[in-house]
């Protein structure tokens, strides 16, 4: 849809604690710096300040979350990106696996990070995922088992914004109630919804899950959305808001870190317990020492960027730049994995979809001046709907020449979203039609991309490959994916509503010129992880000791997507909380 340049009556937070100059900073010296306000670091921030003899810096690139008052409204995510007053711009190297084609790539520059952007999708993925993470770390600490008390402690279930009862459609046993992230199950009613369940009691490939959190995701099932009370729940809102009148906490925002320092050794290993700041590239840069730590948690684009500008990474790359290799880590900025996104879109027999709001601003206006009213209607609702989560057969071909890249047999190798309306990166919509979207996205890429430095200049953004299909495995995913879609929505639940499959997809049969489509219609869910990934303490391998303490280094840790050494199986936002809660309690327990 349109970006909708109206604004909304917003409560901003509250900002007594928060600087917006590096000047204003009443201290020189804190026990602990987290750089980036993001799901990672506003958890840490707030856990270790939840301690008085903790004094902690939260250092974030963008503006406060009131900046745009739009954040906090559900339905208008999709307008918060690419190239707003709350994102980094960024855009990717041409792919080969997308015919060459380079895609918006955009990170959320706000407090709350990429959550304050986010399309709020609430789903914790298989619990294989976590006994995986245990095993290739070989710390136990990170399996399943070790870490569900604290999944729930991190959730606040509250009813949907509709209020309807949602008995059957979330098991509320398996959820907290009094956690800082409130979410709820989709809450504004779609004419799709009866129809997606009729199509899971039709056809046995597609089971219903009467709730997807529950560690085994697989089947199709309601969306629960970090959405309480019509607004968005981000990291700001969560872990922030609440807590901003502690005298041992400052937030410093519109300061971007540039530089994390040395400022010792000790038995031959560098101390990392300094940081240097800037609020532009033409403004006075400024440094500070911390007692503790110095906790990277700029997102999986921006945390290896930071530490290769430090001098921490692949060595022969930082030589070419003209930085000093002070650790050599060459998997610093490897290991990028993403989720790539394939739109199919359907032309349907409805006059009701949210095309129309598009097209007629008075439609749009009326739900906007409703969500300001009283926080109901359609706005208070991600523009995704119901999630499947679904594996490839375990007799498909591509297992006779790969393994099966899932953590589990209750992993996912692809997911479905739905959404009543046209999407597609290279078509422009449509001006007459109504259209429902059943996204195939891979949740089990075995691609594997990277992020590099462009130049020594922290200004400059990083260079982005997340090799968006560039696996056997990877396209043969997105094909039977496609595939997959179509025999769900040729269910009987769908005559009389689907009328065809647009365009060049319809044509598209045979496995080449589903390939053809795939790479030329794909983008990405916006999942990158994995760019300082988490290894065995005594392995050469890896970013990160499974304390996720930077190896070769002292005084400092990354807490955030980058750790993952495998993408989730599902939107990873909560798998991001829960690192960070884990993080957390490493820190301060000094274990
Ligand atoms: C458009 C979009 C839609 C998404 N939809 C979903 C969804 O529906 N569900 C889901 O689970 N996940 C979703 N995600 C992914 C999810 O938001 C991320 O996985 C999660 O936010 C990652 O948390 P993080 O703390 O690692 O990084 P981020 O949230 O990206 O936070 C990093 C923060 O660090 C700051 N920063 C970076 N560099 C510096 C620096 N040098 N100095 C100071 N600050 C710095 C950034 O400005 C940012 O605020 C989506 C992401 C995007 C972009
Ligand atoms: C955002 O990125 C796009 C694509 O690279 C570019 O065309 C545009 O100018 C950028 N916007 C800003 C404000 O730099
Ligand atoms: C993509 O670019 C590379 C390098 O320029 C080129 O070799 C390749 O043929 C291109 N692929 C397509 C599909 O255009
Ligand atoms: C919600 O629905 C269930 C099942 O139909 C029913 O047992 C329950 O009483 C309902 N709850 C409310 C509050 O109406
Ligand atoms: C736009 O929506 C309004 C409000 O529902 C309606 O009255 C009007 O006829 C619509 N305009 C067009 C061109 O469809
Ligand atoms: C909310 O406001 C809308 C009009 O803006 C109204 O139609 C609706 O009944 C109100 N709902 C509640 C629950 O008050
Ligand atoms: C896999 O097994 C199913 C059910 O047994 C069968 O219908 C299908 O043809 C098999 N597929 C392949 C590729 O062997
Ligand atoms: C569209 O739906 C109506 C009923 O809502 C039905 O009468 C009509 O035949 C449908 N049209 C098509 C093309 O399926």
């Known amino acids: 849809m349109q970006p909708l340049l109206f604004f909304a009556s917003v409560l901003p937070t509250a900002l007594a604690k928060v600087y917006t100059n590096p000047l204003q900073l009443p201290y020189r010296q804190y026990d602990f710096v987290v750089v980036g306000a993001g799901p990672g670091g506003s958890v840490v921030a707030n856990r270790l300040s939840a301690e008085a003899s903790n004094t902690v810096l939260l250092i974030e690139a963008g503006p406060t979350d009131d900046v745009l008052p739009i954040v906090h409204i559900p339905f208008l995510c999709t307008t918060l990106a690419p190239d707003t007053a709350v994102t980094w711009n960024y855009t990717t190297v041409p792919l080969p696996g997308l015919n060459n084609r380079s895609i918006p790539y955009p990170r959320g520059r706000v407090l709350g990070g990429s959550s304050s952007i986010n399309y709020m999708a609430w789903t914790r993925g298989p619990q294989s995922d976590f006994d995986r993470y245990a095993a290739v770390a070989s710390d136990p600490g990170w399996s399943w088992n070790a870490v569900r008390s604290l999944a729930k402690s991190i959730e606040g279930m509250v009813p949907p914004a509709d209020g309807h009862n949602t ?34 009691e039709e056809l046995p490939e597609f089971p219903y899950n009467e709730d997807q959190n529950s560690g085994n995701p697989l089947g199709i099932g309601w969306g629960q959305y970090a959405i309480a009370g019509g607004t968005r729940t981000s990291a700001a809102t969560a872990y922030l808001a609440p807590i901003l009148s502690r005298p041992n906490l400052d937030i410093l925002v519109n300061t971007q870190v540039t530089k994390i320092v040395q400022t010792g050794s000790e038995s031959g290993v560098p101390i990392f317990r300094g940081v240097q700041f800037a609020a532009s590239p033409t403004s006075e840069v400024h440094e500070l020492h911390v007692m ?7 997102g999986a684009v921006n945390t290896p960027q930071l530490l290769m500008l430090s001098g921490i990474g692949p060595a022969t ?63 208070t609702s991600s523009p995704s709907l119901e999630m499947g989560w679904l594996r490839l057969p375990s007799n498909a071909t591509i297992f006779q020449t790969e393994a099966d890249p899932s953590s589990g047999p209750h992993s996912p190798h692809y997911e479905f979203f739905f959404a009543e309306t046209f999407l597609s990166y290279v078509m422009p919509a449509p001006a007459t039609g109504n259209y429902m979207l059943v996204a195939s996205n891979v949740i089990t890429p075995t691609s594997r991309g990277s992020i590099t430095l462009a130049s020594k200049n922290p200004f400059d953004p990083p260079v982005i490959d997340p090799a968006l ?14 595939k997959a879609v179509r025999r769900f929505v040729a269910a009987a639940a769908w005559k009389g509503y689907v009328i065809s499959q647009v365009e060049a997809l319809n044509e598209a049969t045979t496995d080449e010129e589903l390939e053809t489509y795939a790479r030329n219609n794909a ?46 199986g599902a939107h990873p936002q909560f798998q991001v909380y829960l690192v960070a809660e884990r993080a957390s309690q490493l820190i301060l327990t000094g274990s």
């Open 469 to 482: 299909l560039n696996s056997a495995f990877d396209i043969f995913a997105v094909r039977e994916a496609m």
């Open 292 to 298: 503790r730590e110095v906790i990277v948690s700029a």
């Open 167 to 200: 008995s059957g459609q979330i098991l509320p046993s398996i959820h907290g109630t009094r956690g800082p992230v409130k979410f709820s199950v989709q809450g504004y009613p779609s004419e799709l919804d009866s129809r997606i369940f009729a199509t899971t």
């Open 317 to 379: 790359h930082l030589k070419t730049l003209g930085i000093e290799p002070v650790v050599d880590l060459p998997d610093v900025g490897q290991n990028l994995q993403d989720h790539p996104l394939m739109p199919n879109v359907f032309a349907v027999n409805s006059t009701s979809t949210w095309d129309n709001l598009a097209r007629n601003a008075s439609l749009s206006t009326a739900d906007l001046a409703q969500w300001e009213a009283n926080r109901t209607g359609l706005f």
């Open 523 to 568: 983008g990405t869910v916006f999942h990158p992880v994995g760019t300082a990934k988490m290894a065995p303490r005594d392995s050469e391998d890896g970013v990160v000791n499974p304390d996720l303490t930077v190896k070769k280094t002292m005084g400092l840790r990354v807490v955030d997507a980058s750790i993952f050494p495998f993408i989730p």
